[in-house]
């Protein structure tokens, strides 16, 4: 199969559209979502119950706002690179509110359908993830914490992205369990069957799967496109240190 050339900026694209169109898909299925994107739905609903009207999107690039302050604390240096992974956390919210609005009241009413829905909003998911790695553009403020946090420290960067998801996975946890008031109420009999605030089962399922479907949707992609930039002279900008 000869392969579609010059195609790093259309990956990019692809990243942001079909990540947040997986994550939405997933959030429909009300089995819970991933662990990167629960914190962003669990303090939006959080602060949605209290009457003051803050979108998923939003939430989410505040969230990776304060995370890239953090970072630069952290590895104690800032590089204006760093800003343009704050724009793609902007663009991609947006992206993900869009979704979120054009599904509307979307709902699976079997627990077969949420679950079926579930594993096609990972696919997309993943799909999303591996264009994202194969495009020199600059990524959301997760990818870029866990590679600055490596190379500052001289971490494994496969151990680090470990840490980091079961970081947010404990964080959303914690966050789902104590921001409500309500924590009384969950129920381990239901935890298949629909979500606690954004975390379930599904949240765990995903986890488990998300390495293994990004690996083999990477590998369709590298039969299809060929991630070539459309302008080398941007790759190289953005490349350089």
């Known amino acids: 199969m000869k392969k579609i050339k010059k195609t790093s ?29 629960a914190p962003a739905f669990v303090i939006s609903e959080a602060i949605n119950s209290i009457s003051i009207n803050l979108s998923v999107g939003v939430t989410e690039y505040i969230i990776q706002g304060v995370m890239l302050i953090a970072l630069c604390f952290i590895i104690r240096r800032f590089n204006w690179r760093f800003l343009l992974a704050f724009a793609v956390a902007i663009l991609y919210g947006y992206t993900l509110d869009f979704f979120l609005w054009l599904l509307g009241d979307v709902s699976f009413t079997t ?18 993830v591996a264009c994202f790695f194969r ?7 997760y990818e870029l914490f866990v590679a600055e946090l490596a190379e500052r420290f001289g971490f494994n960067i496969n151990k680090t992205k470990w840490a980091f998801d079961m970081t947010l996975l404990a964080i959303s946890i914690t966050l789902a369990f104590s921001l409500f008031g ?9 935890i298949g069957y ?3 605030h954004s975390i379930g089962l599904g949240t765990l ?22 991630p070539s930039p459309i302008s080398p002279g941007l790759e190289k900008v953005l490349k350089r240190n």
């Open 9 to 37: 900026e259309l990956l990019w694209l692809f990243g942001i559209i079909f990540v947040a169109l997986g994550v939405s898909i997933c959030s429909k299925a009300d089995l819970g979502v991933s662990m990167i994107a």
């Open 111 to 128: 627990v077969q359908m949420r679950w079926v829905m579930l594993i096609v909003g990972d696919i997309i998911t993943a799909f999303g």
């Open 135 to 141: 495009t020199y553009m600059p990524l959301q403020v």
């Open 182 to 190: 309500d924590a009384v109420s969950f129920d381990w009999s239901k």
């Open 194 to 196: 629909t979500s606690f």
């Open 205 to 226: 399922v995903t986890t488990a799967i998300n390495s293994p479907i990004i690996a083999f949707m990477g590998r369709i992609i590298d039969k299809i496109f060929d």
